[in-house]
């Protein structure tokens, strides 16, 4: 009999986790308050529920991927029952450490499972997930995991998933902006984005956000986001609140910062966060022989 997994949030990250554990033999139950994403699972061999839940009664483990804490607490409100929830969002810890404690309460453990990857190397299955919390409730869920991720670390007591992660994430802020960086530099300089990015990127400059964003900063289009510039910033604000209040400097992180901020007012909310890219080129007043960079109408 397959093993049941529940998915809360079947967004750009949770559907390609709810895909991935279909095609790894278990029977997904998902809900999204998107009717539009409900329906996406089923064609994907899932099944769809109308709340957070019908969710919790249908699986023993559960994913949850979420965009903002009042929606984690809204979903612990409504989970019943002992079932280990795996919580993959990025968010503050005391909102984590509030959930898991409304959870413990109805006898349910979390976990704090945020993950590294984008929408893109989420739906080929490569991603890493830095889970803390309860060990035994860990070594649980480890074959859900391997369902959807190439890799996972246990990283200890809880919160410790989600510091990792920050860490992370100022390293994904600052090298996409490099990566950005360097193709505005060499394209104003008259070398193509192609040439930039096959010759670069074979050399001691390279990073993972070059090759992974590289492909579309190359093409100038940002429209099929795998991290949308309006979530980011989400995510910038809870480092940089993380890191002020530990009093670290992060003069590369605040930098990078501004130019996701610019992305936000040049109206790429929407696209993904390579469109950095195209905030440098204006502001470089750089161009590109017969294209432009284009965002979605």
């Known amino acids: 009999m397959k093993q049941a997994v529940g998915v809360i949030g079947l967004g750009i990250m949770g559907a390609a986790m709810s895909m991935n554990l279909v095609r790894a033999g278990f029977s997904v139950h998902g809900f999204d308050i998107a009717p539009a994403q409900r329906k996406a699972l089923e064609k994907e061999g899932g099944s769809a529920a109308t709340s957070a839940s019908e969710v919790a009664r249908n699986a023993e483990v559960l994913i949850t991927s979420l965009p903002s804490s009042e929606a984690l607490h809204a979903v612990a409100q409504e989970i019943d029952g002992k ?7 990025t968010l503050p ?3 984590k450490l509030e959930a898991r404690d409304t959870l413990a309460k109805k006898g349910a453990t979390l976990l704090d499972c945020p993950l590294s990857g984008t929408g893109a190397q989420a739906r080929n299955k490569d991603l890493s997930v830095y889970a803390s919390g309860d060990e035994a409730a860990y070594r649980k869920v480890v074959p859900v995991l391997e369902g959807f991720a190439r890799s996972h670390y246990f990283l200890g007591e809880f919160g410790n998933g989600s510091k990792m992660k920050f860490v992370a994430n100022l390293l994904v802020a600052i090298h996409n902006v490099s990566a950005a960086e360097a193709f505005v530099l060499g394209m104003k ?15 001691a400059g390279t990073s993972r956000m ?14 099929e986001a795998t991290m949308k510039v309006e979530v980011w910033q989400k995510d910038m604000k809870i480092i940089g609140e993380f890191a002020t209040k530990l009093g670290v400097p992060t003069p590369l992180f605040n930098a990078s910062a501004a130019v996701y901020t610019a992305a936000m007012a040049q109206g790429f909310a929407k696209q993904d ?15 590109r022989p017969g294209k432009s960079s284009r965002r979605s109408t």
């Open 273 to 287: 966060t390579a469109a950095v890219c195209a905030v440098l080129e204006a502001m470089a007043n750089a161009s």
């Open 189 to 203: 300089a008259g070398l193509t984005p192609e040439m930039i990015f096959k010759v670069a990127g074979d050399g």
């Open 93 to 95: 810890i005391d909102d």
């Open 83 to 89: 079932c280990i929830v795996v919580e993959t969002s």
């Open 210 to 223: 070059f090759q992974v964003r590289g492909p579309q900063m190359v093409e100038g289009r940002y429209d």
